[in-house]
């Protein structure tokens, strides 16, 4: 089962608010990322977590808090967002490695709005 | 600056025909390539992985890599409406940096 899961599916929010995006997979993988997406571009990477340790930060702004609270689940923390910040934020996972092991796994996603 | 280009397209084939999208990096050390289907609105899901030169088939869809021109392609044989979706090809250059092309559209006339 290559399943991902996000919570919640749309979340609208105004610019005071503090909200968290939940994540969860059980598929064993010891690799989790956070991702942005704007309409009609790719996906960019904001954080990687592997073993529950942060390992990549993108440079994202301090607003967006990654949490890994054990090795099925990842957060994000959401505060004093931006109107600019509403995009589409995935989530993935996968193993740890190379050589046919880093396939990424991504889930179906939360539409944020910040108004 | 590592680099993933691809034709944003869109492609348009009509139904039953073969549909070829292409993609090229720049990073001559990148090991693992992958295709993946995005619907609009939606997550991308993962069409192939390859990781070897040569073809790679599963199902309609054949997944080719030449790491020598530093190119890779998806084939879409039998394409149907339901094919019709933005492809992003994506190269890993470490364990976790997945580096996305900007996406080919693809359209499937009936």
């Known amino acids: 089962d290559t399943e991902v899961t996000q919570t919640p599916k749309h979340l609208v929010m105004g610019m005071t608010n503090k909200k968290s995006l939940k994540c969860e997979q059980h598929?064993?993988?010891?690799?989790m990322y956070w991702y942005k997406q704007k309409a009609k571009k790719p996906p960019e990477l904001m954080f990687v977590?592997?073993?529950?340790?942060?390992?990549i930060n993108e440079s994202v702004p301090s607003r967006f808090s990654p949490e890994c609270p054990n090795s099925s689940l990842l957060n994000l923390h959401l505060h004093a967002l931006q109107p600019e910040d509403s995009a589409l934020y995935l989530c993935?996972?996968?193993?740890?490695?190379?050589?046919?092991?880093?396939?990424?796994?991504f889930g179906p996603g939360t539409r944020l709005t910040v108004l | 600056q590592k680099e993933v280009e691809q034709n944003s397209g869109p492609l348009s084939v009509p139904e039953g025909a073969i549909a070829s999208l292409n993609c090229t990096y720049s990073?001559?050390?990148?090991?693992?390539f992958f295709w993946y289907r995005q619907y609009s609105g939606k997550s991308p899901e993962l069409i192939m992985s390859?990781?070897?030169?040569g073809d790679k088939e599963d199902g309609r869809f054949t997944a080719q890599l030449n790491k020598a021109s530093q190119y890779v392609s998806l084939l879409i044989r039998d394409s149907q409406p339901s094919d019709s979706a933005t492809y992003l090809c994506?190269?890993?250059?470490?364990?976790?940096?997945?580096?996305f092309g900007s996406g080919t559209r693809l359209l499937v006339r009936p």
């Open positions: 993935a996972s996968s193993q740890v490695g190379q050589g046919g092991t880093d396939t990424q796994y």
């Open positions: 598929m064993g993988h010891r690799a």
């Open positions: 977590y592997s073993y529950e340790k942060l390992s």
């Open positions: 990073d001559r050390g990148s090991q693992s």
């Open positions: 390859i990781y070897s030169n």
């Open positions: 994506a190269v890993n250059l470490s364990s976790y940096k997945l580096i």
